[in-house]
């Protein structure tokens, strides 16, 4: 079914005025002729743009943590009743929480935040079958760059959950692991919640990885793994770069 309405950065697309692409696409696109060579300096001043509105909207927001999981994790599942819990106490450990604002875990976590009274950021992508902002939003932006977005993730945060989730968890949770390991950013806690979930990859990772030398044992200290969430809030509560 084709899709009915679209966000891109500011801008809302409904019937014939939704595009076929996302800007993302179109930048990476390289086939056919070569008129988009002309247009990539004009597309410098909007990635500028975006760099400019997130970093506005959010410098005031103060301690936050950024909260990553599946946006396929239906309610009611234990997972999702824990990030609700989470958001909640996040709150009232005088966090924000931010989450890419879609649903599934991050509305997860958003509603828990909204509900306990908290800051409850999303930072939502746009994308070809997904870019609807959740309800439980109380300060949202919209995006076109994953580039952009991601920035916005680690420069306001002070610390990372990662719930179960795949490829778009995934990348975040390496790429902050990488630059917590190349001390790029310091005094950045990383939680991965359920142990059951994650388990497998962290075998792979002491047995392969970390036996072929790829990785060091200390590596491993570089998160906590845990199923219990005012554990999880303890331990970024004492380890964030800037507690409440």
Do not use: C
Request: glycine residues 12%; proline residues 5%.
């Amino acid at each position: 079914m084709a899709k009915r309405k679209q966000h891109a950065g500011p801008v809302t697309r409904r019937r014939d005025q939704v595009l076929p692409t996302t800007t993302d696409q179109r930048l990476l696109q390289s086939r056919g002729d070569t008129d988009w060579v002309h247009a990539d300096p004009w597309r410098v001043l909007r990635i500028q743009s975006e760099f400019v509105d997130g970093f506005g909207t959010l410098a005031e927001v103060g301690p936050a943590i950024s909260v990553f999981g599946s946006a396929r994790t239906p309610p009611g599942t234990p997972n999702y009743e824990a990030a609700v819990e989470l958001g909640a106490a996040l709150a009232r450990a005088g966090f924000a929480t931010i989450t890419g604002g879609g649903p599934g875990i991050m509305e997860a976590a958003n509603k828990g935040a909204h509900r306990a009274g908290g800051t409850s950021v999303g930072l939502v992508i746009e994308l070809p079958f997904e870019d609807e902002m959740n309800r439980y939003v109380t300060l949202g932006i919209n995006f076109r760059y994953f580039f952009v977005r991601k920035v916005m993730f680690l420069k306001y945060a002070q610390g990372f959950v990662a719930f179960p989730g795949g490829f778009g968890t995934f990348d975040e949770l390496f790429e902050v692991l990488t630059l917590v390991q190349t001390r790029k950013i310091t005094n950045f806690p990383v939680v991965l919640y359920g142990s059951g979930y994650w388990r497998g990859l962290l075998d792979w990772l002491a047995t392969e990885s970390e036996g072929q030398g790829f990785i060091s044992p200390d590596d491993r200290n570089l998160y906590l793994v845990t199923d219990d969430v005012e554990e999880a809030v303890a331990h970024l509560a004492t380890h964030s770069r800037r507690t409440p």
